[in-house]
């Protein structure tokens, strides 16, 4: 089975190095199942379970998310989150170097990890871990969502389906992912004693709220260097 390789190396205002190696299915765009056989107790499903989790604790002992997130807890719990870190992040086709706020850092770290997760709430962004790109800013956010939105349409539409094409029900891809996030904001609570972790998945809330909500407005921003595709052709 072939995998999409991305490892996050951060450079700790204290000189230690913390690295995480995050190996996706190519295809599928989903890590492989947790191996640790005695997950922390605030990973269990119906610890602060998401409103509306699909899953049952009958067959799902603990939350898929939560559970791939608890390596990320050892070892940032007494990070602030703006304490400044630098961070490289390296895939088989590039490196990428940033040095920014804690709370940003593993915003871009957290946000790979719970879409890739095997979350039935979070699977709508596979598409935006298969084609990762590490602290993105708002209009990179806006342009990707649309494209990955839009490429789901396309596919719809090719298997005979009706195409959203004026980004209308671009709300419900959204719509479970506030309630992931809030849950997992009162997991991390329980898990962190500093903010920087849970101020991350309060960055990522904040992005998925804004996103739905000002696309249009922030791709009416880029229109102009969409003209000569805009263009009648001759």
């Keep these: ?17 913390r690295v995480f190696d995050l190996k996706l299915d190519h295809d599928t765009a989903q890590l492989p199942p947790s191996t640790d056989p005695n997950p922390p107790a605030w990973t269990e499903l119906p610890f602060h379970q998401c409103a509306g989790c699909p899953l049952d ?15 990320v807890i050892d070892g940032f719990s007494d990070l602030v989150s703006y304490d400044t870190v630098r961070v490289t992040v390296e895939s088989e086709e590039r490196a990428v170097v940033a040095t920014l706020s804690a709370q940003q850092a593993l915003a871009s770290l957290m946000g790979l990890i719970m879409a890739s997760s095997g979350c039935p709430r979070t699977a709508n962004f596979r598409p935006m871990a298969r084609f990762h790109l590490p602290f993105s800013n708002e209009s990179e956010t806006a342009y990707r969502v649309a494209a990955m939105y839009l490429v789901a349409q396309h596919f719809k539409a090719r298997a005979g389906g009706t195409a959203d094409l004026s980004l209308d029900n671009l709300d419900s891809v959204y719509h479970g ?3 992931v996030n809030r849950g997992m904001a009162q997991r991390l609570r329980a898990a962190s004693r500093q903010d920087a972790i849970v101020n991350a998945i309060v960055l990522l809330d904040v992005y998925s ?21 805009l263009a009648e052709p001759s």
């Excluded at 089975?1 to 190095?17: G, I, Q």
């Excluded at 604790?57 to 390596?71: D, G, I, Q, R, W």
């Design 57 to 71: 604790k009958e067959k799902t002992t603990h939350c898929p998310a939560a559970v791939h997130l608890a390596s």
């Design 209 to 229: 709220s804004l996103v739905p909500s000002a696309i249009h407005e922030i791709l009416d921003e880029i229109k102009p260097a969409f003209a000569a595709l």
């Design 177 to 179: 992912m506030h309630a």
């Design 1 to 17: 089975m072939s995998h999409l390789k991305t490892t996050y190396r951060f450079a700790l205002p204290d000189s230690r190095e």
